[in-house]
């Protein structure tokens, strides 16, 4: 059975950092994991996603350099680093996880089957 548990949400100023991480119980490499997002008022996007075997990471165009996603395959965990954060990054952040063989790359528009509870990430002076 797939679990995935979001943590390391909170609250931080304009600037700030902080590293969320997606702890997986029941996937393995085969399984490409994604963060979404979900601001108020507002449809839940795609931020970015790493690929099933090597890890192919993808990133939505507007977060380029401000957001890193990598996975600790020893932990089973997925992490999504960021940095340089602005209120409109401000919502509930979501892993979920699809098993996708023989697939290069990843992307947030596929179908994700498993997801986790959310974590709340608030921007804010």
């Known amino acids: 059975q797939v679990q995935l548990v979001e943590s390391g949400g909170g609250s931080v100023q304009p600037g700030g950092s902080l590293r969320l991480s997606c702890a997986a119980s029941g996937i393995t490499l085969d399984y490409a994991v994604g963060w979404f997002r979900q601001a108020p008022g507002k449809e839940r996007e795609g931020v970015s996603c790493?690929?099933?075997?090597?890890?192919?990471?993808t990133y939505q165009d507007s977060l380029k350099g401000r957001f890193t996603i990598s996975r600790d395959n020893a932990k089973n965990t997925v992490y999504l680093q960021m940095d340089s954060l602005r209120p409109d990054d401000t919502g509930v952040y979501y892993c979920?996880?699809?098993?996708?063989?023989?697939?290069?790359?990843?992307?947030?528009?596929?179908?994700?089957?498993?997801w986790g509870q959310g974590t709340q990430v608030t921007v804010s002076s």
């Open positions: 790493i690929s099933s075997g090597v890890g192919i990471p």
């Open positions: 979920a996880a699809v098993r996708r063989l023989f697939v290069r790359g990843c992307s947030t528009n596929w179908r994700y089957d498993y």
